[in-house]
T-cell receptor
Framework: DAGITQSPRHKVTETGTPVTLRCHQT?????MYWYRQDPGHGLRLIHY???????DKGEVSDGYSVSRSKTEDFLLTLESATSSQTSVYFC??????????FGQGTRLTVV | DQQVKQNSPSLSVQEGRISILNCDYT??????FLWYKKYPAEGPTFLIS?????DKNEDGRFTVFLNKSAKHLSLHIVPSQPGDSAVYFC???????????FGAGTRLAVHP
């Protein structure tokens, strides 16, 4: 299995609070991604990174920010969580045009 | 604007028969395509891929076909087994910075 760890695995938070999800890899892969999975929508790309300090928006980036200060870590921040951000979040890593490996997911509930 | 489309939310197939999952895309810049399988409460796992310079790739029971002129790809599973029951996602890399886009998924049920 690819060395990719997401933390926390589960989180319940209140509306309006900030939340940070962490993705850590030990594979030294260049590309990292954050997705959310919701029924009927599949996996939607939030943000991705193509190198340290290099990030770009995905399909559903509103309300989310990311940072990548080291190759191994990619952080996803919800500045002020809303109920619509209740979802399962997946991190993935890849090299150029090769399969991406996914983490186990983080289940986030915003109440 | 959904660039990768899986128009069938679900598919039911009898064990031993062929499963065919379909995927359409709109962006002609996509140059590498992948299929993933996902079980509940787990991350997606890679199944098979195909480059835009090919029209077919096989790996055991799994074959992916790419029709660039129709912007369509399909995954064939033969013979289908009950353990293949899962959600299948089609995905595509959009050149440049390796942006990876997924479809909405198709839930496959293989019954005895």
């Amino acid at each position: 299995d690819a060395g990719i760890t997401q933390s926390p695995r589960h989180k319940v938070t209140e509306t309006g609070t900030p939340v940070t999800l962490r993705c850590h890899q030990t594979e030294n892969h260049r590309y990292m991604y954050w997705y959310r999975q919701d029924p009927g929508h599949g996996l939607r790309l939030i943000h991705y990174s193509y190198g340290v300090k290099d990030t770009d928006k995905g399909e559903v980036s509103d309300g989310y920010s990311v940072s990548r200060s080291k190759t191994e870590d990619f952080l996803l921040t919800l500045e002020s969580a809303t109920s619509s951000q209740t979802s399962v979040y997946f991190c993935a890593i890849s090299e150029e045009n090769t399969e991406a490996f996914f983490g186990q997911g983080t289940r986030l509930t915003v109440v | 604007d959904q660039q990768v489309k899986q128009n069938s939310p679900s598919l039911s197939v009898q064990e031993g028969r062929i499963s065919i999952l379909n995927c359409d895309y709109t962006n002609s810049m996509f140059d590498y395509f992948l299929w993933y399988k996902k079980y509940p409460a787990e991350g997606p796992t890679f199944l098979i891929s195909i480059s835009s310079i090919k029209d077919k790739n096989e790996d055991g029971r799994f074959t992916v076909f790419l029709n660039k002129s129709a912007k369509h790809l399909s995954l064939h599973i033969v013979p289908s087994q009950p353990g293949d029951s899962a959600v299948y996602f089609c995905a595509a890399f959009s050149g440049g910075y390796n942006k990876l886009i997924f479809g909405a998924g198709t839930r496959l049920a293989v019954h005895p």
